[in-house]
């Protein structure tokens, strides 16, 4: 488990001066089949696979996600969960996109749902067809090996992006 002192570093070695309160947290090395675009892998894989996939511990960051699924377990549809996020437009700036102004949140969205069935359940965040263009353009800046690093307060959502060479450890703080 990480602790919150880790995380808050964390934020600060990509370039962060502004760092909010946070309750849970998450470290999470992206896998070739986290990344949607077949040019940001190094793997040669070849993955449909569009979503992050969120297992074991790290599920424990989105608690309401899994409370939600339950009340809808007699169901034989899949209910897609909205997902307010809040990105740093230092992060954004410091992966790559330009034309932002510097010390600000951006609120943007994603949706998710969790996958059960017989294999183990994990949660699946991002769908292509529904996510805000924002939260895409994020995705689009990460890369096989980066971070996705997830802060928490409550019901508040604050995603960023690590490059690999920060070589980070992984995990959840909670």
């Known amino acids: ?14 370039g962060e001066t502004t760092i909010p309160n946070f309750n849970k947290a998450m470290i999470k090395k992206l896998a070739a089949s986290n990344i949607h675009r077949p040019n940001n892998r190094i793997s040669d894989i070849n993955s449909h696979q569009t ?5 074991g511990e790290e599920m424990n960051i ?8 339950y009340l809808q377990r007699n169901t034989t549809e899949k209910t ?11 992060n954004l700036i410091n992966l790559g996109i330009q034309n932002l102004n510097p010390f600000l949140f951006l609120q943007t969205y994603t949706y998710c749902y969790i996958r059960q069935g017989n294999q183990n359940p994990q949660i699946q965040l991002s769908l292509l067809s529904k996510d805000a263009p924002l939260f895409l ?26 490059k690999s060479n920060l ?3 992984t995990g959840v703080y909670y």
């Not at 969960?81 to 230092?90: A, H, Q, V, W």
């Open 1 to 14: 488990m990480l602790s919150q002192i880790y995380i808050q570093n964390a934020l600060i070695l990509i």
């Open 51 to 55: 979503h992050i996939a969120i297992t």
């Open 62 to 69: 989105f608690p309401f996600i899994a409370n939600f699924n």
């Open 80 to 90: 897609y969960i909205p997902l307010g996020i809040n990105l740093s437009s230092n």
């Open 137 to 162: 353009t994020f995705r689009n800046y990460l890369y096989e090996g980066d971070y996705l690093i997830v802060l928490c307060d409550d019901s508040t959502f604050y995603f960023y992006g690590a």
């Open 167 to 169: 070589n980070l450890s």
